[in-house]
């Protein structure tokens, strides 16, 4: 045991690409692809846990430490480790990981071997990600995803499959191509690949401003932040089920924990020269994303803009640079996770019944499929940002860290715009439900419509559990980043908001009066 504990990191990262390679290589018959996939991502599921319930990394470092020399005499190191924003991240991808797994059970029917070790060689992919603190490691990891999301999609998608799929790929590797000569060029500044000789780094305010604009295309791309976010519907819409609940549930949030771990300590000049366009094109893509999935007909891509229309709370969140905004926008993603995978999910279910996403096919759905009609409505709700449900808690954060923010021009009326993007999700949230779900029964194709199995029930009720528990208990989650966040803005020179003491002193603790709120105040993250 000592072995595994020693080198969880390592275990959780390539326990899914060694599942992949032996589904490549020793199991042969698609039944048993199926069981040995869900049999590997329950297990990193499992070793995932360990670190959740271990993890107490003081003032926000590193735990789980691995590193060991890889190249040029160890300037370039595989150096794994943890802190709370890389433990919530990960817990939402093993997660997820078997439930995207169960949902495809009889979804896909052709190379079913190679589509699940398309999933598993994705989630190490991921995890990798989160973990690398070894620039290049980095690289290799955030390049890897593209692989197996691009074949997921290319082969298994719908009609405009290879479209989307090449899409997809050069968007990504466009940004991510200037993101690798900035790397290149730190590298040679410092010496090494390290995250940390990176960061001790002193960089000219001019090439700080470049640097900063190369890593920030890359992660805007995968974001996407509004106008580059183009590649997204399509992707969404032809790729299968499991491929969009990956995509919304983990891939996006690459781009916004890229922003937060790297991109934001290392150029603290970009960031204070770039904070304030970064959240105007946040607020246009939280009401263009809700404008747009407003007159959408097809469920599937309404979905689709609607994580346009998140995603661009998540930035606001992180470039208000309060540690309540950013607490906000790490709470989001992993919200954002559980409800739009889950929206994704049960788009995916009526689509294998009736093989069509047009919401004009339905109507009176919840007669014929009560326990459906039900999922959906918690699911909706907890997107639209019900109280109660865990899209509220990091919305509420969000609005109320950006209305807080010293770096931002006019942060009230941002506030304000952002604001209308609740408003504008409720309404094309209930009115997608209304025509699906309520009144008379009028489709004939609708009549004999099963309801959910128990497959689907084990697929989608942890979903809503956690959207439920988040809700009313978010310091679960608070509680374990709130020191990750205050260290990842120290570098950042951030003047105390004269309004912060108007702050509820709980607001990124776990509910207790006596939690701390943290100030940033002249370079130094203080209590």
Same mark, same amino acid.
């Given at each position: ?192 690949? /390290?995250?940390? !000789?990176? *960061? &001790?780094?002193? $960089?000219?305010?001019? @090439?700080?401003?470049? %640097?900063? #604009? ?114 906000? /926008?790490?709470? !989001?993603? *992993? &919200?954002?996770? $559980?409800?739009?995978? @889950?929206?994704?999910? %049960?788009? #995916? ?179």
């Amino acid at each position: 045991m000592s072995f595994i504990t020693d080198h969880i990191l390592t275990w959780v990262t390539f326990l899914p690409l060694l599942g992949s390679l032996l589904l490549w290589t020793v199991v042969r018959r698609d039944d048993h692809a199926r069981v040995f996939a869900l049999a590997v991502a329950l297990a990193d599921f499992v070793l995932s846990l360990h670190l959740w319930f271990r993890y107490d990394g003081p003032g926000g470092q590193d735990m789980f430490t691995e590193k060991v020399a890889w190249l040029f005499g160890g300037k370039i190191n595989y150096h794994l480790a943890c802190d709370g924003i890389s433990l919530v991240l990960v817990m939402l991808t093993t997660f997820l990981g078997p439930l995207v797994i169960l949902s495809a059970w009889k979804a896909v029917t052709e190379r079913v071997r190679d589509y699940m070790a398309m999933l598993l060689f994705l989630q190490a992919a991921m995890l990798g990600t989160f973990f690398a603190r070894d620039m290049l490691l980095f690289y290799v990891f955030w390049e890897a995803m593209l692989i197996p999301m691009y074949f997921i999609i290319g082969i298994w998608g719908g009609q405009r499959r290879i479209y989307a799929a090449v899409k997809f790929f050069i968007f990504t590797m466009v940004g991510s191509v200037f993101m690798l000569v900035a790397i290149l060029w730190m590298y040679f500044q410092a010496g090494g690949m /390290g995250l940390e !000789q990176f *960061l &001790a780094l002193d $960089l000219e305010r001019q @090439a700080q401003l470049w %640097l900063f #604009g190369a890593f920030i295309l890359a992660f805007a791309i995968k974001v996407p932040v509004f106008p580059l976010h183009t590649w997204l519907p399509d992707a969404h819409v032809e790729a299968p089920t499991a491929g969009s609940v990956i995509l919304a549930g983990v891939l996006l949030k690459m781009g916004t924990y890229g922003m937060l771990r790297f991109a934001m300590p290392l150029f603290p000049a970009g960031v204070e020269a770039f904070a304030p366009l970064m959240s105007i094109l946040a607020v246009i893509g939280i009401i263009y994303g809700a404008l747009v999935a407003l007159v959408q007909p097809d469920i599937k891509k309404l979905v689709a803009y609607s994580s346009v229309s998140h995603l661009g709370f998540v930035v606001l969140g992180l470039f208000s640079l309060t540690p309540l905004g950013v607490a906000g /926008g790490i709470f !989001q993603m *992993l &919200a954002h996770g $559980l409800s739009t995978g @889950a929206l994704f999910l %049960l788009v #995916g279910v009526i689509y294998e019944r009736r093989h069509t996403r047009e919401i004009s096919e339905f109507g009176g759905l919840a007669h014929r499929m009560p326990g459906y009609a039900t999922v959906f409505m918690i699911t909706m709700l907890a997107s639209v940002g019900l109280p109660g449900l865990a899209g509220f808690v990091g919305e509420f954060m969000i609005l109320l860290g950006t209305f807080g923010s010293t770096t931002l021009d006019h942060p009230r009326l941002l506030t304000a715009l952002a604001a209308t993007g609740v408003v504008l999700g409720a309404i094309y949230m209930l009115w997608m439900y209304q025509r699906m779900f309520f009144g008379k029964l009028t489709n004939e194709k609708n009549r004999d419509l099963r309801d959910l199995s128990v497959r689907e029930y084990a697929v989608l009720l942890p979903l809503v559990v956690f959207m439920f528990w988040l809700g009313v208990r978010p310091g679960m989650v608070l509680d374990r980043v709130e020191a990750s966040v205050e260290r990842v803005l120290a570098p950042l020179a951030v003047p105390a908001s004269p309004h912060a003491d108007d702050y509820p002193q709980h607001a990124l603790g776990g509910g207790t009066a006596d939690a701390p709120v943290f100030v940033v105040h002249e370079g130094e993250a203080h209590r």
